[in-house]
Every structure is written in C-alpha cells, then in structure tokens.
C-alpha cells in the first residue's frame, strides 16, 4: 500500500470517487474501475467517498445510507482492492469513528478553521487533508497546518479548492499553489468542486464539469501534488454534487493527458 506523502519521482497521485456512498454496491464498482486504470498508469490512488453529506442546502437532501453502513462499504473497498481510503469528518466525535476504516480525515473547506475538528483528528494519527476555504488565503491555511502539527501530527496535506466570487460562482488563484506548499505539505487540485456554482434558487449546487480536463491539467502543469476529482458513472443521476462531476468513462482518457503534460 502507498504511503504518506503518496506521491514520488515527480509523479501526481489521485484522489477519487463518487461524491457520496449511495449504496452498497457501486463505490465497490468505481473503486475496480478506478484501480485498473491508476494502475495500468503507475498513477498512486486513493480512493474518495464521503460516509456522510453534513453541508446541504436544503433538507430534503441526500445525506447518505446510515453512517455504519456507510462506513463498512469503504472498509470493503479497503479490504477488496488493497487502497487507501479518504472521507469526510464534520464533528469532534466522528474523527476516531471515521478513523477506524479512513487512511486519510478530510476536513471540509467550510470547517477549516474549526480548532477542536483538527486537533481530533490529528490525534487520531492519519493523515490529515484540509481542504482551503472558500473565504481564506493560501497564506492563511499556515495556521490549519499549525494546529495539526502542534497536536502531534505531521501527516497533513491542503487542498485547493477555489474561492468565492461573488454569491455564485468560484474561481482558482493558482498562486495558492505554491503558497501552500511552502508550509512543507502535499497540495492537491480539487478539479471538480472547484468548478462548483453553490447557493442556486432551486438549492440545488450547479457546475461546469465541461471545464474539469482544462483546470486539472492547468494544476499538473503547475506542479500540484495531487489531483482530486470526484467521478460517477452516471453524474446526472448522482446523488449528491452530479451536476460538477467527471463522467467515469471520460476518466482515464484525461489522466493519459495529465501524465503527458507532467512528462
């Protein structure tokens, strides 16, 4: 299994997944697919999947299929293909819970600055990917990293993630990049909610997934460590975040393209 960086010799490794775990059965189905074509590429994989969905609009939303339940898919996929795994944590007490099966704790953009969700989930030992917020500054995610490694933790890694322009829409500052590698961390593109159009009338978040292959080989040409996407095989009946996914069938043709332009 890889490790910690997750990358090396200059290659990007790859963080994806669908959204959500809709079922039992289909994370299983994107992770084999996944699998086959990062390794046929030589491309480290991780694969993403959030157990639970805390930040909806509306609440009729899709959340997910029951947090154990949620939690058991990913440890299948763990246990079947021999991956890490990387989900999403909201609150103090899902860092231990979530940690049993997770090899990577995300925290979610908009729960950046929360103090006691970092400092749980650094002392739980995994890694640590902090995802910047929409409202912050490169620079300013210093402080996010502080707060793992002063809790005993030097695993962490921060993920780009766009920031708000104007009610909604938002844009990539690639001068993040680099900034925040600075700090000595990993730093990941996320590729699809970057391409998000949040706080829509109908509460429901758009998207402009036909820009996904032209921000993801924008951030390899940059130098980003890491690649997250989130991919479905079927993004307009997803359950949660389809109308910016990558469509699974488009996906290896433009990781082809992305080991091209990293050489």
């Known amino acids: 299994m890889i490790t910690y960086p997750y990358h090396k ?13 809709e079922d039992e059965n289909s994370p299983l189905h994107i992770a084999e697919i996944l699998v086959k074509m990062t390794s046929r590429l030589g491309i480290p994989f991780i694969f993403k999947a959030s157990y639970r969905k805390a930040n909806r609009s509306r609440l009729d939303s899709f959340t997910g299929i029951g947090d154990e339940k949620a939690l058991n898919v990913l440890a299948k996929v763990k246990e079947t293909f021999g991956v ?13 819970m979530a940690a049993e099966v997770a090899d990577i704790l995300q925290i979610p953009a908009f729960l950046c ?23 912050l500054s490169g620079e300013s995610m210093g402080f996010a990293v502080d707060k793992v490694r002063l809790s005993g933790n030097n695993q962490v890694m921060l993920t780009e993630r766009g ?3 104007g009610y909604q829409d938002l844009v990539v500052d690639f001068r993040n990049i ?4 600075g700090f000595g961390v990993p730093v ?9 159009q949040p706080n829509q009338a109908s509460g429901v978040t758009g998207g402009k997934p036909e820009m996904i ?8 040409a940059i130098g980003v460590d890491g690649i997250f996407m989130e991919t479905h095989p079927d993004p307009a009946h997803a359950l949660s975040d389809g109308a910016n996914m990558l469509p699974l069938d488009k996906a290896e043709s433009l990781l082809e393209e992305l080991i091209r332009i990293r050489g």
């Open 188 to 196: 990941v593109l996320d590729v699809t909610h970057s391409l998000q």
């Open 9 to 21: 010799d200059g290659r990007f490794f790859l963080m994806a997944g669908p959204c959500v775990v």
């Open 213 to 220: 292959g032209m921000m993801a080989k924008a951030g390899v």
């Open 113 to 135: 600055r929360q103090t006691d969700l970092l400092v749980a989930a650094a002392k739980t030992g995994k890694v640590v990917n902090i995802k910047k917020g929409q409202f």
């Open 84 to 96: 890490p795994v990387v989900t999403d944590i909201h609150s103090v007490d899902e860092a231990a």
């Open 178 to 181: 680099p900034i925040m590698q």
């Open 163 to 165: 920031s708000m322009f």
